[in-house]
Structure formats: C-alpha cells, structure tokens
C-alpha cells in the first residue's frame, strides 16, 4: 500500500503528456488506480478492526482454566453443598474448591460426576484416597401422616434441628440415622428425602401443616480415585 502510495502523485501530473488523448488515458488509468487503492484501504482497515487480541484471549482463557489438584490437596478431603436444580436433579459444589462442582440428575450420579472431575484435575494422574462430604437439607414439605402410623399419640414437635447420617447399606440401599432415634431406609439415596418426610409426619403428627425444624443429611465416604 505505501507503494501505491508513492505512485499516486507520478500518475496524477500526467508527465509527457501531449495531446487530449493522452490526458484522458491517463485520467482513465488514474480513476482505476484510485478505486483500487480505495478498495485496499478499506481492507486493510477492517483486517486491523477484526485482528484478535491474542494477549487478552490467551490471558482469559487462562483464568478460566481450573486449577489443578495437588495429591496433597486431595488427600485433605472435600466438602460439598448440595442443591435442587429447577426443573429437576442437583448440583453440588465445594466449599474448599470454587472450580469443583457438578450437576446431575440423581445424587448418586452427582457423586459420580465429583469424583470424575477431581481425577480429570488432579496434577498426579495416579490414584488417590480422599473422602467426600456431601451436605444437603430438605427443603420439602412434611407429608400427612398416613392411617394407622406408630405415632403413638405423640403430638409433641420434632426436634428443632433434626440431622441424619447417611450410610450405605447393603441389604437395604441406603440408611439414614439421627441422634433421636430416627432410622430411615431407601434404595435409593433420592428415595431418603421423601421417606424421612412421611416418618416425621407419623412420629411427630403436630409437624404436619405448620413450621418445622431443618431436616439436614451429611454423606461422608471415603474413596479411591
């Protein structure tokens, strides 16, 4: 383009020119020359507007890359929220790791989603032992007790922070216990939410339809990743 630039002016004097013909030649040549340099201008303007910003790109794709995992790091354990996602499923997220987190439809494929994330971030690509606690409350609401329940003429409410420890079971999937006594069975972790709902109903009938205490879950379990 500077080179363009530099014949413009040689072209627009019309040198050696000596009869009409020959002005109006070279006004012909010098109107195609200035379209044709118009048209470079323009391009190399926009190939200049449109250039990407490798620095910045490169810079923000950094920061938006997840930190590795130490085997040290790993082996101190995580400890995740669980939610309810609208529209159905969970998510979970660390309280100790900001880019540990998952989505899923059921709370066991969560876990299984957590666990693939730590192996896909761990620095040392070799296995590691490290425990996850997961940490969920129920936000549902209590079901009437169903007829003929055990609730023995307790009108009493249930105690104002009732928590369950959840634990695999082999025969009977999953079990849920609390300090008060209160054991639940499911075969599904899923399934323990609604059951623990119906088992307060029956043991505390004056829960049903009124305020009552958090119902919370901790899951802790070591693995192998």
């Known amino acids: 383009m500077t080179v363009a630039l530099r014949l413009w002016p040689t072209l627009a004097t019309c040198r050696g020119c000596k ?8 006004a012909l ?8 340099l118009y048209l470079v201008v323009v391009w ?20 938006q890359r997840p930190k590795p995992i130490s085997a040290a790091r790993a082996a101190q354990g ?9 529209g159905g499923g969970y998510s979970a997220s660390s309280t100790d790791d900001a880019d540990l987190r998952a989505e899923a439809p059921t709370l066991v494929a969560v876990d299984e989603r957590v666990r693939q994330t730590i192996r896909d971030q761990l620095a040392d690509k070799g296995h590691i032992e490290t425990s996850l606690a997961y940490l969920w409350q129920d936000s549902g609401g209590i079901a009437p007790a169903a007829a003929g329940g055990h609730a023995g ?3 009493d409410r249930p105690p104002k922070n009732l928590h369950f420890e959840v634990h695999d079971a082999a025969a009977d999937g999953y079990v849920a216990e609390s300090e008060s006594g209160v054991r639940i069975t499911a075969n599904t972790l899923d399934g323990l939410l609604p059951a623990t709902r119906t088992e307060i109903a029956l ?6 339809g009124s305020a009552t ?8 379990r070591n693995v192998r990743i």
């Not at 190399?44 to 920061?63: I, Q």
């Not at 205490?213 to 802790?220: C, D, G, L, N």
């Open 213 to 220: 205490s958090a119902v919370t879950f901790s899951w802790v």
């Open 203 to 208: 043991r505390w009938p004056g829960a049903v």
């Open 153 to 155: 003429g307790n009108s």
């Open 19 to 26: 009869t009409l013909g020959d002005y109006v030649g070279r």
């Open 44 to 63: 190399w303007m926009g190939r200049r507007r449109h250039r990407p910003r490798r620095g910045r790109s490169t810079k923000a794709a950094t920061s």
């Open 78 to 86: 995580f400890t995740l929220v669980v939610d309810t996602v609208e």
């Open 29 to 36: 040549i010098l109107g195609v020359f200035t379209l044709l």
